[in-house]
């Protein structure tokens, strides 16, 4: 199986020491069975052309010295990368080609799509025996015995038999690019920026992995980074995204280059082979990373009015012009931009079906997400009213704007565009788990949170994720219509999934926001720190894991500087997390908590007096949805204990969930069976709250469920369960639902520190969680 095919141009192999880097390139970068294709050495193919115009005007003079010149380059080549008899059978191959060549010319039997051809049949050939020579196993291969065309149109079943049969799986098969033949055998070529075309066409045939296309430049960039200085090189982009480019004057890729990869996971790369060492730029299917923000000039183009264009004339056209071409519809017209050069060709090949609409045109287009493309248009158009170019012509489309003007976009106007247009500050990406009340209501709350962060950073939420389905969007979930979206485009997905995407976002951070109650999600915490994410974390299971497990996460965000902020798992929104950390960073230390921390609990003791069953206040409380489906669940003290172990291990304590003395709020008998069960013995859930709460009037207290933790001299109490609180306590005078948390230390001995607060709700919650992101993005790096 072919696990890459690369793909060398022209500068690349323009010289013997280029060739000289290609074949390391190669050792360090292919594998048998792997694929190179090659375009002709430097000017090569630009070379036969004037051979082939001054041929066709019997120029035979320059016709000869053009072949010198030729023959001169191919020859330096061999004779300084090749020895002994690789070296002379090249160069006699070569010379009874030109000889060929020189005896058609003067025949006038020149072809020239087989003159063309020889451009490259000389790059695999030579690159080919190189390798040899350096004791890798590498074989030529003729593209026109791979890939076959009929009227124009390719063979794809046959073509995939002929690539299955003749590329060699034992050897790296170095490719002729830029040339096919026709079911007659004659050689055609697949016109300019044809290699990449042949490497991508290959890499389908062939099912490869991926593509690499080694070009002179580092990859793609947000502008011109030989006009604008600041410009942007980016490590992913989204193939529509190029193919705009390719259409709109950036032509690093050619728009067909993409066409054999649609509705594929080959992975395609652009890197440069001038410096190995500088990262690449992916080129990925749509969707899987945000929409980037592209500035291009365009110089010298003439835009047509067309009747009836097909899309199949548009791809004629830029066959026929060898030029990328773009069209679109403005006020019922169909407009087609074109180069100046070719606008007599064009008018003619559509026989009075075209009329110029502007003429002499130069400008610029902005490519960006469809969220941006409005403000940016405006913004551009403002941008050249400042520098007094007042565009001819404005059309805005699907992700991009067209500025197209009398005067040149210079180099001084572009860097000022870029800055204002392009360069923006940081992005983070939000993936929020968790669509209950509660993550409803964060949501909704999104859009107007955002405005009050720091204007550094541009958040996007790009995904929503419950048990079974995900919403995700790289480029960002409009937050006015995310159910919307949700009812229309989440689909199922696994953990693999889910990790996949969260790792192909290329965001300056990412935060994952977990507002389940799910363990199971919890456990993927490792995996979301490994892919770089930043934690908030309403669900307290990771907070309560295991210490093992605890300290290996804790040691991972520490050592990628990440952040986990988990405020609302004690409290909801109540700032009980902030104030421990405040007082232990002020050198306060910390000796005792006690508290009520469960609002449902809260509820209950705050309205039970004993003029109503305990029994009949948590059907009572569990029909208004304060508790647990199965409310015995608030009853076991489970929450309350694990809440506590996370304040505990706020406190820089090593403990574990078995390490805090559990006392349930009701008779070990009546945890087991259904609830239908406990409804029947519900009376002994009363004889027993009766019990402790004669005891605790007996005491002139009053009953609460509390959490306490206690350290003296080194000694740790941690232990959930019924009290009996004095009347005068901060403890006894509740108000139903609300949390308490009642501090002593250092500092607050005599006189405890109270924070004391709604401890469930799905606004206050939902408040809480922007708090927490909210000191993320202010403590961000």
Known sequence: MVNCVHKFGGSSLSSTERYQSVAKIILAHTQPSDCVVVSASGKTTDTLVTLWQSYQQQDMQVVADILLQLSNHQSDLIEQLLQADLKRSALKTLNEELSLITELAKNKQLQEAVLLAHG???????????????????????????????????????????????IDHSKINVVTGFIAKNTNGDTVTL???????????????????????????????????????????????????????ARLGNPVLHAKTLSP?????????????????????DIVKEGSVKQKRFITTLHNVDLL????????????????????????????????IVPAAATNQIVSYFSGRANISESNLNGCAVIASEQDINALNLQALDVLNQQSIKPRFVHQGCGYALLLTDQLI????????????????????????????????????????????????????????????????????????WDTQWQHEACKYNKSDLLHVISELDYEHKVVIDITASEQ??????????????????????????????????????????????????????????????????????????????????????????????????????????TEPDPREDLSGRDMQRKLLILARELGLKLDLNDIELSALMPDKLAKGSWKDFIDQKDELDS????????????????????????????????????????????????????????????????????????AGKEVTAAGIHSDLYWLVQNLK
């Open 521 to 626: 999600f919890s456990l993927l915490y490792t995996d979301f720190v490994e892919r770089d994410c930043h934690l908030i974390s309403a669900n307290k299971y990771a907070g309560t894991a295991p210490t093992t497990w605890y300290e290996l996460l804790r040691s991972r965000i520490t050592d990628k500087n990440l952040h986990w902020r988990y405020n609302t798992s004690v409290g909801a929104g109540l700032p009980i997390n902030f104030a421990l950390a405040d007082l232990q960073n002020s050198g306060d230390k910390i000796t005792r908590i006690e508290g009520v921390f469960s609002g449902t609990l809260s509820w209950l003791f705050s309205k039970y007096d004993g003029s109503k069953a305990f029994s009949d206040l948590v059907i009572e409380a569990q029909n208004m949805g304060f």
């Open 120 to 166: 490259e049949l000389w790059s695999a050939r030579l690159l080919a025996t190189y390798l040899q020579q350096l004791n890798i196993d590498a074989c030529a291969q003729d593209a026109r015995e791979l890939f076959s065309l009929n009227n124009g149109q390719l063979l794809h079943t046959q073509n995939v038999k002929q690539c299955s049969d003749l």
């Open 261 to 281: 990869l649609k509705n594929t996971d080959i992975k395609l790369a652009v890197r440069s082979s001038f410096d190995v060492q500088a990262g690449q730029t």
């Open 688 to 759: 027993f709250i009766q019990v402790h709460a004669s005891k605790a009037q007996s005491q002139h207290s009053v009953l609460r469920y509390t959490g306490l933790l206690e350290i003296e001299q080194g000694k740790v109490t941690a232990k959930v369960g019924i009290a009996y609180v004095a009347e005068g306590h901060a403890l006894a005078n509740l108000t139903p639902g609300d949390n308490i948390f009642v501090i002593n230390s250092k500092w607050y001995r005599d006189n405890a520190l109270v924070i004391q607060g709604p401890g």
């Open 305 to 336: 009015t067309i009747d009836e264009l097909s899309e199949g004339e548009v791809a004629d056209i830029s066959q026929l012009i060898q030029h990328s071409l773009h069209h679109f519809n403005q006020s019922g017209e169909t407009y087609l």
């Open 410 to 481: 210079d180099s001084d106007v572009l860097s000022i565009l870029h800055d204002q247009l392009i360069n923006k500050g940081q992005e983070i990406a939000l993936i929020v788990a968790g669509l209950g009340n509660v993550g409803k209501v964060f949501i909704d709350q999104l859009s107007s949170q955002i405005k009050r962060l720091p204007n550094d950073y541009s958040i996007k939420l790009v995904s929503l994720v419950r048990s079974t389905q995900m919403l995700f969007n790289a480029s960002g979930i409009n937050t006015q219509q």
């Open 191 to 245: 016109g300019r920026n044809g290699s990449d075309y042949s490497a991508t066409l290959l890499a389908s045939y062939c099912n490869a992995k991926q593509v690499c296309i080694w070009t002179d430049t580092q990859g793609v960039f947000s502008a011109d980074p030989r006009k604008v200085s600041k410009a942007i090189k980016y490590a992913k982009i989204c193939r529509g995204q190029a193919n705009l480019l």
